[in-house]
């Protein structure tokens, strides 16, 4: 399972369990809190792992679902450890109430940095 390995270095270093993981045919991710469980396609990108895991820790951390303040900072502290810099997440890719955030927080600044990559 590519994703897991992933999510298990992740979780480790915020010091939550990993979570489960399906993958699924249908397009997009999910993450059920009750199940632990991140749902993704076999093609999923980085930035969909990331998501997703902010769900996981969100969850884990503050027992909140959604995409509020615990989420956007879970979020933040994932694409730090999944990217190096929390401004390599491609934010603008984001929902736009999240990508809105991110703008103003001064977020997504080298977002075409990490496309060149
Ligand atoms: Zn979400």
Do not use: C, Q
Request: proline share 5%.
């Amino acid at each position: 399972m590519a994703y897991l390995a992933e999510f298990t270095r992740w979780a480790k270093h915020f010091g939550i369990p990993p979570p489960a993981v399906v993958v699924r045919k249908r397009h997009g991710g999910s993450y059920r809190k009750s199940r632990r469980t991140i749902s993704l396609p076999a093609n999923a990108g980085r930035d969909a792992l990331v998501h997703e895991f902010a769900h996981h820790l969100a969850a884990e951390i503050h027992g909140t679902r959604g995409h509020g303040p615990h989420f956007r900072i879970a979020l933040v502290e994932t694409a730090t450890v999944a990217y190096g810099r929390a401004t390599r997440y491609p934010w603008a890719s984001e929902y736009r109430t999240i990508a809105a955030w991110a703008r103003r927080h001064g977020l997504g600044l080298d977002a075409a940095a990490a496309v060149r990559a």
